[in-house]
């Protein structure tokens, strides 16, 4: 009976965890042969203020990810209506 647990941060649907889970049964099913039905598998969730990986703390680094991202996308806003040369 393979056991298979997962740990991960909050924040994914239900849906998401679901299709996760069912992924992960079928390769034990193709790449080991375990029957379906004998596959076990679990999700340990954390909050994002639990794990810190290189000294930076998962939150701070999706708050430092989501502001680059809005600040490349502002970024882009303003190239776009600028006027182009030779217009």
Do not use: C, Y
């Not at 794990?51 to 502001?67: I, S, T, Y």
């Amino acid at each position: 009976m393979p056991l298979v647990n997962v740990h991960m941060a909050e924040g994914r649907s239900s849906e998401q965890k679901k299709a996760l889970m069912n992924a992960i049964t079928d390769a034990m099913h193709e790449h080991i042969g375990a029957p379906r039905e004998s596959v076990r598998v679990w999700i340990d969730e954390f909050p994002n203020t639990d794990f810190m990986a290189g000294g930076e703390l998962l939150a701070d680094k999706q708050a430092r990810l989501a502001a680059e991202a809005a600040a490349q996308a502002a970024a882009r806003a303003n190239d776009s209506s600028a006027p182009v040369p030779g217009q």
